[in-house]
């Protein structure tokens, strides 16, 4: 099926859309992918939804199991399906309206992807490591891919409890870092032995905690370190307090209690590329 050309009725019989019901085998699938964790595990497969996203997807090469788009797309819509096709991506058109009930925004851009769940290999050579310990919100995850990969993060983990990293709103909130980023999930056993063993020098453990630990501007950032982001609500884990190295502390002069996990982290990974691009 062509897309449409700007200004082309989408009444075009060229352009009947292939799927026009809920009870679609693929449309059923993505709904699923989208709404449940265990069909994403169970299959090995996320959805990635819109525009920049699927820039993202052929900017970093992967290659998509299949694409839904609905055939009102805009020019840049367009594009990216014609793209999509020369790399024999199978391309399957929906019906607007039954477009936007797999839409995880307000303002659905009519086109996403359905990819195998990839983990980009863990690096060999590493001295930055950011560590979600329970993270719970799926935006408060995807912000911390985000920002991680701008501060160029060299892989990210999580650990047991942690919320579904390739669920559609952490996707979405991410802005592509998954395409970028080794994402891994380790327990605490397998995160210190990474820690401790790695060569030629160790990795120190900091823990952010809001209360009680060195003011950040205070700890040494140049080492090799792994940074751990606990529960939003709840804090990190009693395993993170029990193998953390050092607590970092952003000292708040102000009377709230804590800082959003998204925040708090974005503030020390920058302190970390400060420190290390000052001579």
């Known amino acids: 099926m062509k897309p449409l050309k700007p200004g082309e009725s989408p009444n075009h019989p060229l352009h009947k859309p292939l799927i026009h019901s809920r ?22 497969l996320f959805v990635a939804e819109g525009i920049r996203l699927c820039e993202e997807i052929l900017k970093a090469g992967w290659q998509p199991r299949y694409v839904l788009y609905h055939e009102q797309l805009g020019e840049r819509g367009q594009q990216l399906v014609e793209q999509f096709r ?10 607007q309206e039954l477009m936007k009930t797999l839409a995880g925004t307000e303002t659905p851009q009519g086109i996403l992807c359905v990819l195998p769940t990839y983990h980009i290999p863990f690096p060999q050579q590493w001295d930055f490591l950011l ?3 329970g993270i719970k919100d799926p935006g408060n995850a995807g912000t911390l891919l985000r920002t991680a990969w701008a501060a ?5 983990v999580t650990t047991p409890g942690t919320t579904d990293l390739f669920a559609p709103k952490v996707v979405r909130a991410a802005m ?11 327990d605490w056993e397998k995160l210190l032995t990474l820690a401790r063993q790695r060569s030629p020098e160790s990795a120190r453990i900091f823990l952010a905690e809001s209360r009680g630990g060195t003011p950040y501007w205070q700890c040494n950032l140049r080492q090799p370190l792994l940074l751990v982001i606990g529960n939003e609500a709840e804090g990190p884990s009693s395993e993170a307090k029990r193998y953390a190295d050092e607590w970092i502390t952003i000292p708040m002069p102000g009377e709230s209690e804590s800082l959003n996990a998204a925040i708090a982290a ?4 920058f302190e970390v590329v400060r420190q290390r691009q000052t001579p």
């Open 176 to 186: 592509g870092a998954h395409f970028h980023l080794p994402i891994h999930q380790f």
């Open 266 to 269: 974005a503030i020390l990974l």
């Open 131 to 133: 560590v979600l310990d």
């Open 86 to 95: 020369a790399l024999g991506v199978p391309l399957l058109a929906v019906a």
């Open 23 to 44: 009870h679609n085998a693929r449309f059923r699938e993505v709904r699923a992918l989208i709404e449940r964790r265990r069909e994403r595990e169970e299959k090995g």
């Open 152 to 156: 160029g993060v060299h892989a990210v």
